[in-house]
């Protein structure tokens, strides 16, 4: 029997050397007695022979294992468990014969291996998240780095392997931190390390009430769960975390800030909650099928339009806008966001990119009709924002109702199609969008259609030589709307399929 006395700590070369010699020397994991200095070893192999080390012979021949091995075992041997370096030893006797046995995580060593490295890593992650550093008040004199002491106690010797993630995290600063189980220190060049047992500093600074205010500013009540936020923050580190104070009277206090949340969340609606309320209760209770005569009527009209679910969680219609006698007309897809809170089409990010090209290309927006063919925003709701959706068939077929009136009533010599959805609400023409893009087609009695994309398509490219493309494509699209412009009324020579009006 040998007796191997380590001092732990989470050095693995003081194991790995003797380790190494026994099996190069084919020592039987048995015939080992692996004792912590300072643990709580019996002494029941008092007086057998401990390994006399160096020993060169032994260490030159070159043993393999596995690297998953290695990665593991220095974890492992930073548990406190006194077992630890018995229980490496066995693995690494039976990976000689068995060479794929960390692949068995049933087997009761290797459960045991990865069960101790779990918690060491556990350990090291709650150190990075609870270690409070504190200044030191008049330490650093002027223009010289500021100084921070801080204490944790961990459960395994963890100090060396964390010690660079705060290298990296506060490398502009100095600082020690001090543990029980060793402590770590970065001056700016070089990262101390010592495995000697400090002592609790006992130290309070200013910082505590910073980490007081902002714990109890990113509290919130309403997703409180007891039971979790213990197993994230376990009682243990509280005694060293200036905001764990606070926790038992917030915990207490929960119930009665939601309920106060939900009184003031009551009395304050968001101003697009007010402005729905207010549409729901002037819609009329029955669909309208009367047609009113003028473009003003038909906008009031379409205000409390409910002919689809849309409007039910839009704030209000976004009506065409422009003068009645225009001769062009735009169409695009739906209201945005920007445009859903202002009433007005395309004045969001896609609109600014629709302005931006109507003057380059000499158009007026002041004098084109501006519309979509959806008129409420769809979107979903996710966190604080709300996501476009694309309007299905059943939503477009429904706005045709406005959309028709406003083609009546405008007449324009010109409608441009700004994406597919536009030339699906006009037309009931099967042809790819692809294939009638930029083409003048006959569109109704003495009318045109241009079919182009979206602005907002410009927008989502990702590719800047490929957007710079497109753009171009676009420009020249409305180019041809504005020479179409001077030349109409003409014929023009490819059909598109019949005008929804008349389908
Ligand atoms: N996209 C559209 O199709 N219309 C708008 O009004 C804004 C963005």
């Known amino acids: 029997m040998w007796r ?55 260490q030159q021949t070159a043993l393999t294992v596995p690297r998953t091995f290695v990665l593991l075992a220095e974890a492992v041997i930073c548990h406190s468990d006194p077992s630890r370096f018995d229980l490496l030893y066995r693995l690494l006797w039976r990976l000689q014969m068995e ?92 990262l101390t390390l010592s495995t000697e047992s400090a002592e609790n500093p006992m130290l309070d600074d200013a910082t505590d009430a910073l980490w007081r205010t902002y714990f109890s500013n990113i509290f919130n009540p309403a997703r409180l769960k007891v039971k979790a936020m213990q197993a994230e923050m376990p009682k243990k580190y509280w005694k060293n975390l200036p905001e764990a104070g606070l926790i038992p009277g917030l915990i207490a206090g ?26 729901a209760a002037n819609a009329p209770s029955e669909v309208s099928t009367a047609v009113p005569g003028t473009l003003d009527a038909v906008r009031e009209q379409a205000r409390s339009c409910t002919r689809c679910p849309l409007h039910c969680r839009a704030t209000q219609t976004v009506f065409g806008e422009g003068p009645e006698t225009a001769d062009v ?39 084109a009709y501006v519309t979509n063919a959806v008129k409420h925003f769809k979107y979903e709701p996710r966190g604080k924002r709300r996501i476009h959706q694309k309007p299905n068939v059943g939503e477009v077929q429904h706005c045709k109702w406005w959309l028709k009136l406003e083609l009546d009533l405008v007449r324009p010599k010109l409608v441009v199609a700004l994406g597919a959805t536009a030339l699906s609400a006009l037309t009931d023409s099967r042809q790819r969008f692809s294939d009638l893009r930029g083409t003048a087609l006959p569109f109704g009695p003495d009318q045109t259609l241009l079919v182009t994309v979206h602005p907002s398509y410009l927008l989502r490219i990702p590719d800047e030589a490929r957007k710079r493309a497109e753009t171009a494509h676009f420009r020249d699209d409305l180019c041809h709307a504005a020479t179409l412009l001077t030349r109409l009324p003409q014929t023009t020579t490819r059909s598109v399929g019949s005008r929804f009006i008349d389908s």
């Open 254 to 279: 929960a119930e009665a800030s939601v309920a106060a949340m939900a009184a003031r969340a009551a009395s304050q609606p968001p101003l697009f909650h007010e402005r729905l309320q207010t549409a």
């Open 329 to 367: 007309m735009f169409v695009g897809e739906q209201p945005g966001d920007q445009e859903d809170l202002a009433g007005r089409p395309f004045v969001g990010p896609a609109g600014k990119v629709f302005d931006a090209m109507l003057d380059e290309v000499g158009l007026d927006r002041g004098a």
């Open 4 to 58: 191997v006395t380590l001092k732990g700590r989470g050095d693995f070369e003081a194991w790995q050397q003797p380790a190494r010699a026994f099996l190069q020397a084919g020592t039987l994991p048995r015939d080992i007695d692996w004792v912590e200095e300072d643990g709580a070893a019996g002494d029941l192999f008092a007086g057998a022979p401990t390994l006399d080390l160096p020993q060169p012979s032994l």
């Open 99 to 190: 060479r794929t046995l960390l692949s068995i995580p049933s087997d009761a060593d290797v459960a045991r291996a990865f069960g101790l490295e779990k918690s060491v890593r556990r350990d090291s992650h709650k150190m990075k998240a609870f270690v409070r550093f504190k200044e030191i008040e008049g330490a650093a004199g002027q223009g010289e780095r500021r100084r921070f002491l801080a204490w944790f106690e961990p459960d395994h010797h963890i100090v060396a392997r964390t010690a660079p993630f705060f290298q990296r995290r506060f490398t502009d600063m100095d600082w020690i931190i001090a543990t029980p189980k060793g402590s770590s220190a970065w001056d700016g060049k070089t």
